[in-house]
């Protein structure tokens, strides 16, 4: 039987049953899967303002008003244009389906408002791991080390002053608060430098697990009172705010070292301050703040504190896997109806 269509009307038929993804941001690393998945689906980019929030949100808007999207998604460069909320992405529903961030951690994009209008939050999961423990390490080794104090010294002209011996990482004792797949991998690491790590996870690891890691399941409170250095490695959510506070830091030894990659709300930062001034943490090397991007002066000035600008997963060989997880998460939401890395669960299942 003949089409009741023109072959223009088929074209267009065709053209507009594909497909359409917002991605917020230029895919720079996965370009040959970017182009084999545009064979079958239509991706429009717009890029967000570096330092505008609201002017991220416009662009936003205005594509929403020019198209009807099924998925969305952002890369890199997060911070000055998270949370992904409401106030950004409302007017992409009802159609848009499928959000994902090139993030491990998710909690700056609102995943009960997705999932309350059918739609699916995912994330890169993985993909930042081995970039982000080896921040972790980064920071271990000049947090021992005091590299920052003695980058200070000698760039004011007193090659090594005064500064007092320094420490290695044999032997020290490692709490890892978090055992997932950076606290994993960071605690490899540090087995390798000769030192003994223990941890705590809302889980406890298999028997085998931990003797393949060659680590040591503890109570939180044993992790605090045992540690030298304190490593967080959990994500943020409601019962993770603040998990260190004025108490814990009480428990813990005198002149502790702490690591933070994992979010800057996790510690208390008035209580996180106050035992870094009084000595009680003798260091701490830090890649996540409260409020970034712009964290509290506090944290750019201290001498004991080595910074990094969310700069874990700022690797080429992270930025292939981020953009490749994205590009997979879609093209399996697509197919099947399911994304690969969901952290919600849509009430309404299209
Ligand atoms: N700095 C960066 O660039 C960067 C990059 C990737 C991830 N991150 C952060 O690191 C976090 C961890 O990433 P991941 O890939 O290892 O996640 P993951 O989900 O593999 O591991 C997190 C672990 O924390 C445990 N956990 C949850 N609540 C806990 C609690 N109250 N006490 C102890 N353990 C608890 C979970 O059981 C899980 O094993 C992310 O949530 C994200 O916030 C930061």
């Known amino acids: 039987m003949e089409s009741e269509f023109k072959q223009e009307d088929q074209v267009e038929l065709k053209r507009s049953t594909k497909k359409r993804v917002l991605s917020i941001d230029i895919p720079q690393f996965a370009t040959d899967l970017l182009e084999k998945l545009k064979e079958k689906y239509i991706f429009d980019f717009i890029v967000p303002d570096p330092h505008s929030r609201e002017e991220t949100i416009k662009k936003i808007h205005k594509a929403a008003e020019r198209n009807t999207y099924d998925a969305c998604f952002w890369v890199f460069k997060n911070a000055p244009i998270s949370p992904f909320t409401k106030e950004m992405l409302g007017p992409l529903m009802p159609s848009c389906r499928l959000f994902i961030t090139g993030a491990a951690g998710y909690d700056d994009l609102d995943i009960e408002w997705m999932a309350a209008n059918g739609a699916y939050a995912a994330n890169a999961q993985n993909a930042p791991t081995e970039g982000t423990a080896i921040m972790n390490l980064l920071l271990f080794l000049s947090v021992l080390r005091g590299s920052r104090e003695a980058e200070q010294t000698m760039r004011s002209g007193k090659w090594h002053g005064n500064l007092p011996l320094m420490e290695d990482p044999r032997g020290k004792i490692v709490g890892i608060i978090g055992m997932g797949a950076i606290g994993k991998s960071f605690a490899q690491k540090i087995i390798s430098l000769g030192g003994r790590v223990i941890y705590n996870n809302r889980t406890r690891l298999s028997k085998e697990e931990e003797e393949s890691l060659d680590v040591q399941y503890v109570n939180f409170d044993e992790l605090l009172t045992t540690s030298d250095v304190i490593s967080v490695n959990c994500p943020l959510t409601l019962s993770t705010k603040n998990l260190l506070s004025k108490n814990e830091f009480q428990k813990m030894k005198d002149g502790v070292y702490i690591l933070n990659t994992a979010r800057g709300n996790i510690i208390d930062e008035e ?66 109806g399911r994304p690969l890395n969901p952290v919600n669960t849509p009430a309404i299942q299209l």
């Open 271 to 336: 209580a996180f301050i106050e035992a870094i001034q009084s000595g009680k943490v003798s260091r701490a090397g830090l890649d996540v703040f409260v409020n970034e991007p712009s964290p509290n002066p506090f944290w750019l000035t201290c001498d004991k504190v080595t910074v990094q600008p969310h700069w874990g997963g700022f690797t080429t060989s992270t930025a292939v896997k981020v953009e490749e997880a994205i590009l997979e998460n879609i093209d399996t939401f697509f197919k099947t």
